[in-house]
């Protein structure tokens, strides 16, 4: 293999790494399985709130 | 382009495909989670919408008591729904209880009363329902066939 093709290749690898780091970083600013829950039963929560107060209960 | 050169690509891209499949977008549970988050946001918007018409006198106190009561049994199944979600997470074997719980509001939601009689006021609330169908919808695409678990 002659080096301009090692140092290509060695340039695809950095570029590779480089998105799959940005890749998993924005991935990891998801909220989590039991936040989103959290998230959902809040709201649940609040028209449950709302609608017995609507219906006088 | 070198054989060399291609083979060193295709490991780079198999690499990075097998890093996303643990992805958390692929988890089953966590699609589940998010479609329900999604449905109880979308519902609470069509909820707020429907005071703020009856406030101003566009929906009438019958209509308006029928669809909260409906909200009220939404909100209770949904709570159920979350639940489900949990458990099924921790024992795979408690899927149906999820599929049971999507059943259960999508009945909810068909069965709605939605004979509102002013027209501005059913079209200004179609939008945040049809939010909250597509919501629902997503739920029931996260979920495995029936009888199997994910």
Not at chain 2, 116 to 121: E, V
Request: overall charge neutral.
């Amino acid at each position: 293999m002659n080096p301009q093709t090692i140092l290509t290749i060695g340039d695809l690898a950095v570029k590779a790494a480089q998105l799959y780091t940005t890749l998993r970083a924005n991935h990891s600013d998801l909220p989590t399985f039991e936040e989103l829950l959290a998230k959902a039963d809040a709201n649940f929560d609040a028209v449950e709130d709302a609608a017995k107060k609507e219906l006088g209960g | 382009m070198s054989r060399r050169l291609l083979c060193a690509i295709c490991v780079i891209c198999g690499l990075l495909f097998l890093g996303f499949t643990g992805c958390p977008q692929q988890d089953p549970y966590r699609k589940a989670a998010v479609a329900a988050a999604d449905f109880a946001a979308a519902l609470k918007t069509f909820q707020d919408s429907e005071i703020a018409l009856h406030n101003s006198g566009s929906i009438d106190a019958e209509t308006h008591k029928a669809i909260q009561s409906v909200l009220l049994d939404t909100a209770r199944a949904g709570k159920q729904l979350d639940q489900a979600i949990r458990v099924a997470k921790s024992n795979p074997e408690a899927w149906t209880a999820v599929i049971a719980a999507v059943d259960a509001l999508a009945r909810l939601q068909s069965d709605g009363v939605l004979h509102i009689k002013n027209d501005k006021a059913r079209q200004q609330l179609a939008a945040s329902l049809a939010l909250a169908r597509s919501a629902l919808g997503a739920l029931q695409l996260a979920l495995p066939a029936k009888g199997a678990t994910p």
